[in-house]
């Protein structure tokens, strides 16, 4: 099994749809986050958790929101979704140290 | 805050060339330094991280990179291509303390294409 888990992997919703996705790892680790990339922007941070108890808003965090539901869960939920939201979205997590990040493999997400 | 700058969205070379991949960081702390590639439909794996120790940093699949202080850079090079490196690769940063300790903040990306 993955260390990170994302489902689904590919999703169409429509505009106005509440959509969420969801994450999950067996890494242990505390820090979870949710990144969105997009074509020549990079990875841009939505919403970051460095404990169950601790969630942060991120550089983009308007029109989404997040659950920690335990230490292996993050989900990422978008209220209302437009089109301009289209695009992959990763969960990654992180230890206590600076030792980087292990990634899921992406959700691609398409707004119509 | 910190922030990465990669110069180039799309680099090209040849198989068997130099490839050369340009990330300069701004940091008001000594920085964290991570290169990470992703391949096609696939997530992000890391290649290399630079953590205060050597300068030369040695990866995965070849890749080195050089931690340049006083040129705030941090590129990234594999001596001969192959046609499996072409992806794209993020430069990515964090600093050691504070509240976005461990918090990456990510380059726009280069895509790499290689040439038979």
């Known amino acids: 099994d993955a260390d990170v888990t994302q489902t689904p992997r590919n999703r169409i919703t429509k505009t106005g749809k509440r959509i969420m996705l969801e994450c999950s790892q067996t890494k242990g680790h505390d820090r979870m986050y949710w990144y969105r990339q997009d074509p020549g922007l990079g990875l841009r941070l939505i919403y970051y958790s460095f404990d169950v108890k601790d969630i942060n808003k991120g550089e983009i965090s308007d029109g989404y929101s997040v659950s920690r539901q335990a230490q292996a869960k993050f989900s990422l939920s978008l209220e209302s979704a437009i089109p301009n939201q289209t695009a992959l979205y990763f969960c990654a997590t992180s230890g206590q140290g600076n030792y980087g990040y292990t990634f899921g493999s992406g959700t691609r997400l398409t707004v119509v | 805050a910190q922030s990465v700058t990669q110069l180039g969205s799309h680099v090209s070379v040849s198989e068997g060339a130099l490839v050369l991949l340009r990330c300069n960081y701004s940091s008001s702390v000594p920085p964290y330094l991570f290169w990470y590639v992703q391949y096609p439909n696939q997530g992000l794996q890391l290649l290399l991280k630079y953590t205060s120790a050597a300068t030369l940093v040695k990866g995965i699949n070849g890749f080195e990179a050089e931690f340049k202080k006083s040129e705030t850079s941090f590129h990234l090079t594999k001596p001969s291509a192959h046609m499996s490196d072409a992806a794209e690769y993020f430069c990515?940063?964090?600093?050691?303390?504070?509240?976005?300790?461990?918090?990456?903040?990510f380059g726009q990306g280069t895509i790499l294409t290689v040439h038979p």
């Open positions: 990515a940063v964090s600093v050691a303390g504070g509240t976005s300790y461990g918090k990456l903040t």
